[in-house]
Every structure is written in C-alpha cells, then in structure tokens.
C-alpha cells in the first residue's frame, strides 16, 4: 500500500513539474524595456495637451493583415490614453485625414508644417505617429523547445503648440512559451525509476522491482502524453495571442513614464484645469477655438448703482497763494581783458637761389642745296625736252598761249582744245 502511494506521488509531482513550467513560460516570459526622451527645449510648465490624434503606422509591422493590427494597436492606445485623461479622436476621422495630408514617410523639415496642418484639421493638441515592429524566434534544448514573439514599439509625439516634436518613446515586449518540459521529466523520472527497479531486483526484492518497473513504464508513457496536451493549449492561439499580448504590454509599460511626465490640461508641472472636450470633427473643418473660461465668484463686495450713490461734491478750490517774488539777479561782473601780447618779430624769407644760365643750344646742321632732279616721267630743264615744247613745273608742254578772251587764263575752263592752265597760260598737256 505504501509503494502504491509513493508511486502515485511520484507521477503527481512529475506532472505539476512539467506544467507548471509550461504555464510559466505562457504567461510570465514577458520582458519589457521602454524608455521616453523628452524634447528638453520644450518647457512642459508651458504647455497644453488635452485632445490627441493617433495617426495609423505607416511602417510594414511583418504580420499579415496589416489592418487588423494598426487598428487593434489604436484600441490599446486610445485606452491608455482615455484611462489617463485624455480625449482621442476616432480611428476613422485620423485615418481619412492621414491620407489627405499627404505626409512622407521619413521625418523632413516640411513634414513638421503638415503635421501642423494635421492638427488643425483635427482640432487637436499633439499627434502620435506610431511604428510597430514584430520578431519572433524559437531555440531548442534536446526536446525542450522555447517560443518567443517580440513587438517593437516606438512613438513620436507632435505638439502642435511648438509646430516640434515634444517626444520619443520606445518600449519592447516579449512573450512565449516552451514544450517538451513534462517529455524531458517522463524521460529522467522513468529513467531512475527503471535504474530502481534494477537495483530492487538485484536485491532480491521481487515486488520491489515489480513496482518501480511500473512506475517507470507509466511514466515514460504519461508524461510525452501530458506534454503533448499543455503544448497543444498552449499554441492553440499562437501566434495571434502572443502578439496581441506583446503589443498591450509593449504599448501600455511605454506610455506609463510618458503619462506620469505629461497630464492633460494646461501647465505640465502638475494637473492643470480641466478643458472642455472637442467631439470629432469631419476632414477640412476649422480648427476648434478654445471656450472662454466660466465667470468665478468675486471676493469683493458688489458694486452700488450710480441712482443709489450720493451726489458729487464740488471742487474745492486751493486757496490763493502769495505772488512770486522776482529773481534777484546778481550784478553782472566786468569781463576782464587779457594783457595783449606784442607782436613777433618779422623774419626776412631767405633770398631765392640763383636760376641757373642758359646753357648755349648746341649749332644747327649746314643745310646744302640738293641737285634737282627730274621727277619720273618729268623734266628739270627745257633742255631735256624734244623740239617745241618747254618744261614748266618739271612737265614738258607746248609753248603756253594767252587765252582768246583776255591776258591769261584762272582756270582749265576758260582754255580750249583740252589744254590746261598753267601760270596763266593754255598750254597742251
């Protein structure tokens, strides 16, 4: 009876081991890391954030039906940030202006100014422009195999009061779970309980033996039996359900330092007045304006009717001074002249130096007379022309003859026969 329920103690403890470390490895292998870096030129005691918009990721998250998932993703944040204070604007109405706006898909310089449009569109405070990330991997230790999925999370928050980007959050998430625990405990526990049953035999213990090569036998069955049923629960939802687990718990431990850090309302040093909620506005409508704040209660008493306050009193006239008595000017001191001086003493200029002489040019060249010479085809004397012709101006030409009309002849004009006049005398040319 006593080896019966040893036996029965044993089978017990080796399955509770093997499930209770596959129940561990679904619901407690999450590991978190999440930081948040605050824009440190933005004074958040200055500040107001009350109506946000979540845009969709614009980034491939490597998981089918991409949809499905921004969509989920939203539900979480819009949560998280309902939980905490804050209005967010419906997935449909961020969707539809998102895909107006016309954004790029890197962060630019001009990407801040439509971001800023965004806002206004939306009549929002700030923009969260989220990207998703997954990876999964699995390893494997003799039958023992470990499943795990990991989401990567990151947000950038604008402000649309600084036209910048107040923050950055990064955060990530894992979860899984791991098989063939109960097969590796059914392998070691039927593996000593048959080295008993040897050892029983050897001994000469009959029954002894008997009973631990039972043992061993129900072991190594149940346990592989037992594992393959927890491995089969376990991945009945995978990966769907680990994902989703990932992502809440990426998402929720990121946004918990950014919402402890900012609070909705004006002025972020700590809770500020609450602000009227804005309900969703459709695509290209005004940006909202802010109400204006409720009268308070005065402290002071109330004012009295003009009908009800007594009457003016009249001006009291000041009563009439003494004349002012005239300024004693004192009396007015003769300026003294100084000594005049004596005047210098001319000093002769010195006489001018003497202009050297003229030194004397130095003779012109003798001139000689040059021999005339006859120009080419012309003549120098009478000598040298033929019979009956004379040499007047270095030109051999007929004896000149007074014109018909008068001593001589002024021009070529009043000479006949195509002669030409030559100290005014025809001559023949």
Not at 58 to 84: G, H, K, Q, T
Not at 193 to 199: D, E, K, Q, R, V
Not at 396 to 409: I, K, L, N, R
Not at 411 to 427: L, W
Request: charged share 15%.
């Amino acid at each position: 009876m006593r080896r019966s329920r040893s036996l029965g103690a044993v089978v017990w403890l080796a399955g509770v081991l093997a499930s209770g470390c596959a129940a561990h490895g679904s619901l407690g292998g999450a590991d978190h890391r999440n930081g948040v870096f605050l824009e440190p030129s933005i004074d958040r005691s200055t500040i107001s954030v009350r109506r946000i918009a979540v845009v969709p990721n614009r980034l491939p998250n490597n998981l089918v039906e991409a949809e499905r998932w921004r969509r989920s993703n939203f539900e979480i944040v819009r949560r998280e940030l309902s939980r905490n204070g804050f209005d967010v604007v419906d997935y449909a109405s961020t969707v539809s202006a998102f895909e107006r706006s016309g954004l790029p898909t890197e962060d630019t310089r001009a990407s801040r100014d439509k971001y800023a449009e965004l806002c206004q569109q939306l009549g929002v405070d700030a923009v969260f422009v989220p990207y998703y990330g997954t990876q999964a991997a699995s390893t494997g230790v003799f039958v023992v195999n470990s499943f795990n999925y990991s989401s990567i999370v990151t947000f950038q928050v604008f402000l649309a009061e600084r036209n910048d980007f107040l923050a950055r959050i990064d955060s990530t998430a894992t979860t899984g779970y791991v098989t063939g625990i109960a097969t590796a405990i059914g392998i070691i526990v039927g593996a000593g309980l048959s080295i008993g049953a040897a050892g029983a035999g050897l001994g000469g213990s009959g029954s002894a033996a008997g009973g631990l090569g039972l043992a061993s036998s129900i072991v190594s069955v149940s346990m592989p039996v037992l594992d393959a049923i927890i491995s089969g629960i376990l991945a009945a939802g995978a990966p769907d359900s680990y994902w989703e687990k990932s992502f809440d718990e990426a998402i929720r431990t990121g946004l918990r330092p950014f919402l402890a850090a900012i609070r909705p309302g004006a002025g972020q040093g700590g809770r500020g007045p609450s602000m009227p909620t804005y309900g969703a506005q459709p695509y290209g409508a005004p940006p909202y304006a802010p109400q204006p704040p409720a009268p308070q209660p005065s402290s002071r008493p109330a004012a009295t009717p003009r009908s009800a306050q007594p009457p003016a009193q009249p001006y009291a006239q000041p009563s009439a001074q003494p004349p002012a008595q005239p300024y004693a000017q004192p009396p007015a001191q003769p300026y003294a002249q100084p000594p005049a001086l004596a005047p210098a003493p001319r000093v002769a200029p010195p006489p001018p130096a003497p202009y050297p002489a003229p030194q004397a040019l130095p003779a012109p060249p003798q001139s000689y007379p040059l021999p005339a010479v006859p120009m080419p085809g012309g003549c120098a004397s009478t000598a040298e022309c033929r019979t009956g012709r004379v040499c007047i101006q270095g030109q051999c030409v007929s004896p000149p003859e007074a014109p018909a009309g008068g001593p001589g002849c002024r021009s070529d004009a009043e000479c006949k026969g195509g002669r030409a006049c030559v100290q005014g005398a025809c001559v023949s040319r």
